[in-house]
């Protein structure tokens, strides 16, 4: 919800490229998908694997490989 919020521009942090992306295109444009469920302890370590498995900060919207 908070990034669809931010997609619609209501509380958007500026200099965001997703949300940029999301409001030059509009929100109808992305697709949200559920991809794992986690325990919280695990969510930097899933979201890395993500990043890395999509590749997503050379051709997507993450601007770094994920939280240490």
Do not use: R, W
Not at 10 to 21: E, V
Not at 25 to 31: E, I, K, M, T
Not at 55 to 61: E, K, L, M, P, T
Request: aromatic share 12%.
């Amino acid at each position: 919800m908070d990034h669809c919020k931010a997609g619609l521009g209501i509380d958007t942090p500026k200099g965001n490229q997703l949300y940029a992306a999301m409001l030059e295109y509009g929100l109808d444009s992305f697709s949200f998908e559920l991809l794992l469920e986690c325990e919280p302890s695990q969510l930097n370590e899933k979201e890395k694997y993500f990043i890395k498995l999509y590749n997503s900060d050379a051709i997507g919207y993450n601007i770094s490989k994920g939280v240490n």
